[in-house]
T-cell receptor
Framework: RKEVEQDPGPFNVPEGATVAFNCTYS??????FFWYRQDCRKEPKLLMS???SGNEDGRFTAQLNRASQYISLLIRDSKLSDSATYLC???????????????FGTGTQLKVEL | DGGITQSPKYLFRKEGQNVTLSCEQNLNHDAMYWYRQDPGQGLRLIYYSQIVNDFQKGDIAEGYSVSREKKESFPLTVTSAQKNPTAFYLCASSTRRDLPRDTQYFGPGTRLTVL
C-alpha cells in the first residue's frame, strides 16, 4: 500500500463548478499535512496546510479526518487558472529521527474548462 | 528577492558522466532537501541536510552524492552509478529542521536528460 494515495484524475470540470479531492495516508503517526499545487513542468508550491479543525483560504477548504486517515481539498467556483496538479503531502514529524521528511502523493490533475 | 535558485534549468549528459546540480538559497533556512520526480510518480527524497556539514540519505540515495559546506548551498552530484538518472530534480529548503509543520519551499528544478 502506498504511503499517500490520491486519485490521479484528470478531473474535468466547467468553470464555476465545485470540485473535491481526497487523499488517504497509511501512517497513523503522521503529524502534519499539506496541499501543494504543481503546474505543468514547474515546481510544487504550497497551497495550504491542513489542520485538524479544518481550514479555509478563500475558495479553498481543507479538511483532515485522523480517524479515517484521509485529507480533503474542496475548491469552490473553479477558475481556469486552478488547472494544475494537486499534491497531497504528509509529514511524519521530527521525532522519527528523519528530520522534516515529507511524503508526497502522485497528485490529482484538475482541468477547468470554459 | 529571497528564494531558491537551481541551475541549470536543463542539463544533458552522456552515459558514464558525473554531473553536479546546483541549489542555492538566500532564505537563511537551516534545512535543505533534494527530490526527484518521474512521470506518474510522487516526489521521492534523495538526500537532506538539517545543518551545515551534515546530511542524511533519503529513500533513493544510491548513485547520488551531496555536500553541505555552506548554509546557502546544497549541490547534488548524479554519478555514473545512478541507473536511471533522467528525471526532474527539485531542491527545497525549510526554516527549521525539526518542526513537523515547517513548510518546504521549492526551487524551479533542473531537468536532467541522459543521452
Amino acid at each position: 500500500r502506498k504511503e499517500v494515495e490520491q486519485d490521479p484524475g484528470p478531473f474535468n470540470v466547467p468553470e464555476g463548478a465545485t470540485v473535491a479531492f481526497n487523499c488517504t495516508y497509511s501512517n497513523s503517526a503522521s503529524q502534519s499535512f499539506f496541499w501543494y499545487r504543481q503546474d505543468c513542468r514547474k515546481e510544487p508550491k504550497l497551497l495550504m496546510s491542513v489542520y485538524s479543525s479544518g481550514n479555509e483560504d478563500g475558495r479553498f477548504t481543507a479538511q483532515l479526518n485522523r480517524a479515517s486517515q484521509y485529507i480533503s481539498l474542496l475548491i469552490r467556483d473553479s477558475k481556469l487558472s486552478d488547472s494544475a496538479t494537486y499534491l497531497c503531502v504528509v509529514n511524519l514529524g521530527g521525532d522519527t529521527g528523519g528530520g522534516n521528511k515529507l511524503t508526497f502523493g502522485t497528485g490529482t490533475q484538475l482541468k477547468v474548462e470554459l | 528577492d529571497g528564494g531558491i535558485t537551481q541551475s541549470p534549468k536543463y542539463l544533458f549528459r552522456k552515459e558514464g558522466q558525473n554531473v553536479t546540480l546546483s541549489c542555492e538559497q538566500n532564505l537563511n533556512h537551516d534545512a535543505m532537501y533534494w527530490y526527484r520526480q518521474d512521470p506518474g510518480q510522487g516526489l521521492r527524497l534523495i538526500y537532506y541536510s538539517q545543518i551545515v556539514n551534515d546530511f542524511q540519505k533519503g529513500d533513493i540515495a544510491e548513485g547520488y552524492s551531496v555536500s553541505r559546506e555552506k548554509k546557502e548551498s546544497f549541490p547534488l552530484t548524479v554519478t555514473s552509478a545512478q541507473k536511471n538518472p533522467t528525471a526532474f530534480y527539485l531542491c527545497a529548503s525549510s526554516t527549521r529542521r525539526d518542526l513537523p509543520r515547517d513548510t518546504q519551499y521549492f526551487g524551479p528544478g533542473t531537468r536532467l536528460t541522459v543521452l
